[in-house]
């Protein structure tokens, strides 16, 4: 080695080597990473949008949200992430979940929650406007909904930039959680039985099992 | 012993095997990142760019009202990724990677790698799965069989860039290993923060610092089996696959590390369905630590003779003037040698002396090969350090 190479970079291409005044010597590994990127995010991604949901829920059905909430999502409607009950496939069997159907996305967040419904409702709206969405904020007072397993949660609806929706909170046995739906006004309201529906189905399933 | 120095002939054995091994390995070579004539600078910084624009939108949202919760996680991570990169520094003994190579390396695996690559393709992965195989499937395999594929080849993309930057530099076998470790240092460093960051939201934000805290500490305990680990043996594969001036290609070992580095990363992702979330997730992880450090010390052990044989060549004309003799040498390279050398020290403090002399003996490689082999003041100051902890050692004995 001598300080000639030291300094190659400050030094002019070498002719045979110049295109465009770069050096085509670095350009298999130039490539190489825009190839891996253009697949990472471009490719891929669209293969995603590509395929369609097709895991419609079957009479019967019913999700999971913790070790004792369960609901009933609409049969016919897909089921885009959460647990069925009973089928045990994996190591994980319960969590939030999200069903779609008629242009509607309906979304259940359960974690650990030591409140009220009313305070759960709060602090949803409270972290939700000052972080992810900043246009949300919900209408008038809530209202109370109870479910024929005698759970007493509140409803409101919301707006918000990124869409219109119903938002309900309920904490049973110390799981908070945060029900979402929504979609295009007009379809949300065609849906609104089969989101009343589903809110209804919400249970604990702890007495039963008792 | 007691050197008598004399200059080495400039046409000798000893100098023209200096030359070559200088030559081959790069050592003492700097490392010049703005480069405006290569393809790869551009591609760096363009694709970094991607990935801050990428974080900050991803952050941008929440950073004010977790601003608690934050703080804290990046503390926490980056003092523990700050300990990590202590240790790789340690470890980094023969050619010592230039800090700007490094800080290239960490940069890439904490920003492009993570928010450039990862985050898009990982969302998109997680997608697809559940369409065709399932929720059951995906929430036991998924993250299994999407970071070992995504990840590495983003954390390894940043590597073959620098490979494009200082080809001089990134050549052996060690280099894979080592700057490999630290671009999965960045990433991992990196990614533990964005877990705790997350975490900041779980319970419906009402215990952010709490969360933060405990989410930190959890990633931080696990982290002796991380990111360093799997990008380490696969790029120490890639080169062994592409083959360099230094390192001859040997494809089979390439393929095989690249592939256990990708493996050990879906153990550790997956330890939670392969145990079927009982008692035997701690044995598959347990297991694959054991199996993955294993691997790593087998990499690092074939790795070394390449290096070793560049010490020996950069040090012949030290050798032949009697600065240093080939059994002092060996002391330092040879394991088997260092243990004797250890074991006939009589006491404590001549042990130290002779770990000293040692890495004196490394320092004066490092300056030879930064000097280009000329005869410098820092070479003559590094050959005064050996004389003098040489004399040291003598004293303790």
């Known amino acids: 080695m001598s300080i000639t190479t030291k300094d190659r970079d400050d030094r002019r291409v070498p002719v045979e080597h110049r295109l465009l005044g770069l050096d085509k010597r670095s350009f298999p590994y130039a490539f190489f990473v825009l190839g891996v990127f253009l697949l990472a995010t471009v490719v891929i991604p669209r293969i995603n949008d590509a395929i369609d949901w097709d895991d419609p829920v079957q009479a019967g059905d019913q999700l999971a949200l913790s070790d004792t909430v369960v609901f009933t999502p609409t049969t016919g409607w897909d089921v885009e992430s959460g647990y069925r009950v009973g089928e045990g496939g994996s190591a994980v069997t319960s969590g939030s979940a999200v069903v779609a159907g008629d242009g509607v996305i309906f979304q259940v967040e359960a974690d650990t929650f030591d409140g009220t419904p009313a305070e759960?409702?709060?602090?949803?709206?409270?972290?939700?406007?000052?972080?992810?969405?900043?246009?949300?904020?919900?209408?008038?007072?809530?209202?109370?909904?109870?479910?024929?397993?005698?759970?007493?949660?509140?409803?409101?609806?919301?707006?918000?930039?990124?869409?219109?929706?119903?938002?309900?909170?309920?904490?049973?046995?110390g799981t908070g959680l945060k029900v979402t739906a929504y979609g295009p006004p007009a379809q949300l309201r065609a849906a609104s039985p089969e989101i009343d529906d589903m809110i209804a189905s919400i249970r604990s399933t702890k007495e039963s099992a008792a | 012993m007691s050197a008598v120095a004399t200059a080495p002939d400039a046409g000798s054995d000893a100098v023209r095997r200096q030359r070559e091994?200088?030559?081959?390995?790069?050592?003492?070579?700097?490392?010049?990142?703005?480069?405006?004539?290569?393809?790869?600078?551009?591609?760096?910084?363009?694709?970094?760019?991607?990935?801050?624009?990428?974080?900050?939108?991803?952050?941008?949202?929440?950073?004010?009202?977790?601003a608690g919760g934050f703080a804290i996680a990046a503390v926490l991570c980056g003092l523990c990724g700050a300990a990590w990169f202590l240790w790789f520094r340690h470890i980094d003994r023969w050619e010592r990677q230039p800090g700007g190579l490094v800080v290239a390396g960490l940069i890439w695996g904490a920003i492009p790698a993570t928010f450039g690559f990862a985050m898009t393709v990982n969302t998109a992965m997680l997608g697809i799965y559940p369409k065709l195989f399932g929720q059951d499937w995906t929430a036991d395999w998924a993250a299994g069989a999407t970071a070992p594929f995504t990840e590495e080849s983003a954390k390894l993309c940043g590597f073959i860039l620098l490979m494009g930057l200082a080809p001089r530099l990134v050549r052996t076998a060690n280099d894979g290993l080592v700057i490999g470790a630290f671009i999965g240092l960045g990433f991992a460093a990196f990614e533990d923060f964005l877990y705790a960051a997350n975490s900041t939201g779980t319970a419906f934000?009402?215990?952010?610092?709490?969360?933060?805290?405990?989410?930190?500490?959890?990633?931080?305990?696990?982290?002796?089996?991380?990111?360093?680990?799997?990008?380490?043996?696969?790029?120490?594969?890639?080169?062994?696959?592409?083959?360099?001036?230094?390192?001859?290609?040997?494809?089979?070992?390439?393929?095989?590390?690249?592939?256990?580095?990708?493996f050990f990363h879906f153990t550790w992702d997956d330890a939670v369905g392969l145990g079927q979330g009982g008692a035997a997730v701690f044995l598959v992880m347990v297991l694959s630590t054991i199996l993955g450090f294993t691997v790593?010390?087998?990499?690092?052990?074939?790795?070394?003779?390449?290096?070793?044989?560049?010490?020996?060549?950069?040090?012949?004309?030290?050798?032949?003037?009697?600065?240093?003799?080939?059994?002092?040498?060996?002391?330092?390279l040879d394991k088997k040698a260092r243990k004797q050398f250890k074991k006939s020290a009589p006491n404590h403090k001549a042990k130290r002396a002779c770990k000293h002399l040692r890495r004196a003996i490394l320092d004066l490689t490092h300056d030879v090969a930064d000097a280009g082999g000329a005869d410098t003041d820092h070479v003559q100051h590094a050959r005064a350090e050996v004389a003098r902890l040489r004399a040291v050692a003598a004293t303790a004995g």
């Open chain 1, 120 to 173: 759960l409702l709060d602090q949803i709206e409270k972290v939700t406007s000052a972080t992810d969405d900043p246009t949300f904020k919900v209408d008038g007072d809530p209202a109370t909904v109870t479910t024929p397993a005698g759970d007493v949660g509140v409803i409101q609806t919301y707006s918000s930039v990124n869409g219109d929706g119903v938002i309900a909170a309920f904490v049973i046995d």
């Open chain 2, 21 to 66: 091994a200088l030559e081959v390995s790069g050592w003492g070579e700097r490392f010049v990142f703005f480069q405006p004539h290569n393809l790869c600078f551009w591609v760096y910084v363009a694709l970094t760019g991607i990935g801050v624009f990428q974080a900050w939108s991803y952050f941008d949202p929440e950073i004010g009202f977790y």
């Open chain 2, 205 to 262: 934000g009402t215990d952010p610092i709490g969360n933060a805290v405990h989410m930190s500490a959890t990633r931080i305990a696990v982290s002796f089996v991380s990111h360093p680990l799997f990008s380490a043996l696969v790029c120490c594969g890639a080169i062994y696959l592409l083959g360099t001036a230094a390192q001859p290609r040997r494809v089979g070992r390439g393929i095989a590390l690249i592939l256990a580095g990708m």
């Open chain 2, 296 to 332: 790593l010390a087998i990499a690092f052990r074939a790795a070394g003779p390449r290096e070793h044989q560049f010490v020996r060549d950069i040090l012949a004309p030290e050798v032949e003037a009697g600065t240093l003799t080939a059994e002092e040498v060996d002391g330092v």
